[in-house]
């Protein structure tokens, strides 16, 4: 059993910065892929990034690529995703999410890959 609590969401204005961070439960964190997604009202939840368990291998959506960065500390059971540059767009609910697969399984990208789900923290940048 896992639990994920994100945390750092905020108001910010377009141009600024923000990090999330997602704490899990669990002596097998360091096993996970780790996730994060965004979904924005009316939306599906789209895929932000992902990374490895041992965060040799990032991945990222094209819309945020370059401005958001993943990283993990795997003894403190904390994943983090720094924001930069953000955008209006980039305004959602931010979910950290676990999944059994390898990164090399490469469906890291669809929500329903993961087997845990934090409940998300809100993100809004305004123009």
């Known amino acids: 059993q896992v639990q994920l609590v994100e945390s750092g969401g905020g108001l910010v204005q377009a141009g600024g910065s923000l990090r999330l961070s997602c704490a899990a439960s669990?002596?097998?964190?360091?096993?996970?892929?780790m996730g994060w997604f965004r979904q924005a009202p009316g939306k599906e939840r789209e895929f932000a990034g992902a990374?490895?368990?041992?965060?040799?291998?990032?991945d990222y959506a094209d819309s945020v690529k370059g401005r958001f960065t993943i990283s993990r500390d795997n003894a403190k059971n904390t994943v983090y995703l720094q924001m930069n540059s953000l955008k209006p767009e980039d305004t959602a609910v931010y979910y950290c999410?676990?999944?059994?697969?390898?990164?090399?399984?490469?469906?890291?990208?669809?929500?329903?890959?993961?087997?845990?789900w934090g409940q998300g923290t809100q993100v809004t940048v305004s123009s």
């Open positions: 999410a676990a999944s059994l697969l390898g990164y090399g399984n490469g469906r890291y990208r669809l929500s329903s890959s993961y087997n845990y």
């Open positions: 669990g002596r097998t964190f360091g096993s996970f892929l």
């Open positions: 990374i490895s368990w041992s965060a040799a291998n990032t």
